[in-house]
């Protein structure tokens, strides 16, 4: 048995768990909190779940609105709503909004909400059984010219010009997920190289298991594709949230943050190679998350993804060393961190042109960029993170992180009046 509780207090959701393992004793109950989690996204229907359990409020929060869009969804879980004392004009209301079954939590009746769940349960898997049989199950299963069994096509996220990225529902996971679909790309020896890329993206981040790197699912193969289930943000990337404007203490904070998740993957022995704000998500609005290590590079899997001398990587966030094809160490991705840092204190890249080349020729030769004057207190650290010669750079991201938190401190001491 596995339910899904959106509830706010942990008292209740710890008694819907006490209730429910008395008859399944191995019974899952995930938690969703709506307070801190927000809105069902519109592409989640819960069919990993064999019931979903509603609250009719939370602080500011009017679950009976909720239970007007989910009972609209097709194919959503059976939805039993939880009143917050008995009503009989709010069950009224609940049932012809779709509810399967309608409970008051003043007193749970052990036996009625059990038996609701249960017969929740057994319509969602009968609903189940029919529709993974129906013409809509199986293209609901394709990605591109992959079938992936277990997971639901919701929509297209992006196209690239290897991967494809998709928003779906796994059978497994807590919800929605982002799918990377790749085709085998096989070398002259047979290795399949889109494999060995995907490989080398979870088990960095099985490996480091660090609070600001991406979560991920499964690695697989179906129909020559390989895919990677991944963690779907909501709130998107760095980038959308730099066009909402952040002020320079909330820029300092997420550098903060970046340094010290550079800090963990360098100490594992490896370089990300592409840090720019398109690879950094959002968790919360607090918290990020890195994403994407198909370019990083790490010598324990021995496994060289280029040639020696070869430039890949973002132009505009490339270090001199790697925009020349040079030799790389973790100060590199260090000097990333600065033109993502500039970016979001100014808005702008430190350099610019419409040739990429011009581009790569300017982080070597242009002088460092002067901030606006009202930031000018933070150009030393910004003369650090963005020198030409790492050797000029901070030794490493902890240094980095200190040096941030440092002036982050100042910062906010100097604009409080301190």
């Known amino acids: 048995m596995r339910l899904l509780a959106i509830e706010q207090e942990p008292r209740v959701q710890a008694l819907i768990r006490h209730h429910a393992s008395c008859r399944w004793p191995a019974v899952e109950v995930v938690a969703y909190p709506p307070l801190e989690r927000g809105a069902i996204p519109a592409e989640f229907l819960a069919q990993g779940f064999d019931a979903v359990l509603l609250a009719q409020s939370w602080p500011g929060g009017d679950g009976m609105d909720w239970l007007r869009d989910l009972g609209n969804r097709a194919g959503f879980a059976p939805v039993v709503f939880m009143l917050d004392q008995e009503d009989a004009r709010a069950r009224e209301a609940a049932v012809g909004w779709g509810a399967f079954a309608v409970v008051s939590k003043h007193r749970f009746a052990h036996a009625a909400l059990l038996d609701s769940i249960e017969a929740a349960s057994h319509r969602h898997r009968l609903a189940m059984a029919e529709w993974r049989v129906s013409a809509a199950a199986r293209e609901s299963h394709r990605f591109g010219d992959a079938h992936i069994p277990g997971y639901r096509r919701a929509r297209l996220l992006a196209r690239g010009s290897v991967s494809h ?10 919800g929605l997920v982002v799918l990377k679909v790749t085709p085998s790309q096989r070398d002259d020896s047979g290795i399949d190289q889109s494999f060995e890329r995907f490989l080398q993206e979870y088990e960095i981040a099985e490996r480091i298991r660090h609070p600001n790197i991406v979560h991920l699912h499964e ?23 730099m066009k909402a404007g952040l002020s320079p203490a909330e820029s300092l904070q997420y550098a903060v943050q970046l340094a010290e998740v550079l800090g963990a993957i360098h100490e594992a022995g490896i370089l990300h190679r592409d840090l720019k704000p398109g690879n950094v998500m959002l968790r919360t609005a607090e918290q990020l998350a890195l994403i994407d290590f198909g370019m990083a590079k790490q010598a324990a899997l021995q496994m060289e993804l280029t040639d020696k001398g070869l430039i890949f990587g973002t132009p505009h966030y490339m270090s001199p060393e790697q925009g020349h094809g040079q030799r790389l160490d973790a100060r590199s991705d260090l000097y990333s961190l600065g033109v993502v840092l500039f970016e979001l204190l100014t808005g702008e890249k430190p350099y610019r042109a419409d040739n990429p080349m011009t581009v790569l ?5 242009t002088p460092i960029p002067r901030l606006d004057p009202r930031l000018a207190r933070l150009q030393p650290l910004m003369d650090r993170l963005l020198a030409k010669e790492p050797e000029d750079r901070y030794a490493d991201a902890a240094a980095t992180a200190t040096a941030i938190c440092a002036a982050r401190a100042q910062w906010l001491a100097e604009a409080n009046g301190a």
């Open 165 to 174: 990225l998709y928003i779906a529902e796994s059978e497994k996971a807590e």
């Open 219 to 241: 690695l697989g193969i179906a129909d020559d594709h390989a895919y990677l289930a991944m963690e779907y943000f909501p709130l998107g990337d760095l980038r959308r949230r």
């Open 361 to 365: 020729y300017m982080h070597r030769n």
